[in-house]
């Protein structure tokens, strides 16, 4: 999940509300419709977050190994590791899995909203000069 939330840039209820049915590995791309806000999924709050986002070869070999894990178990592609039922909170993501994940590389507490300045940070560092 982190491999494709570090190369996609979503939102965190754009993540955690993500389905098999919004991916299209054949043009490589993530249609994002959806959002979920305290545990309740419905459309981004403007237009302008109903959006594709184009995938990395990162981004596309993170869903391909998450296949055989969540798409038997229904439509939501990221599932809590520890209860293989869909993230219901951007809590649960903050306090189940990014906290440790922060804890044992040794990195000072960042807010998970910023993997997407993180994302775009690094979109624009692998520009080529002009």
């Not at 959806?34 to 999924?41: D, E, R």
């Not at 109903?50 to 070999?61: I, Y």
């Not at 906290?99 to 044992?104: N, S, Y």
């Amino acid at each position: 999940m982190l491999q494709f939330w570090l190369n996609s840039g979503l939102r965190p209820g754009e993540l955690q509300v993500l389905q098999w049915d919004h991916i299209d590995f054949g043009k490589k791309i993530a249609y994002i419709v959806l959002n979920q806000v305290a545990g309740i999924a419905k459309a981004p709050k403007t237009e302008a977050g109903k959006r594709e986002v184009e995938l990395n070869t990162e981004a596309v070999d993170a869903l391909k190994q998450q296949r055989a894990i969540s798409q038997v178990r229904g439509p939501r592609v990221w599932l809590n590791s520890r209860t293989l039922k869909p993230w219901t909170t951007d809590a649960q993501i903050r306090k189940t899995l990014w906290l440790p994940v922060m804890e044992r590389a040794g990195i000072e507490y960042r807010n998970p909203y910023q993997i997407r300045h993180t994302y775009a940070s690094t979109l624009l560092t692998d520009l080529p000069s002009l």
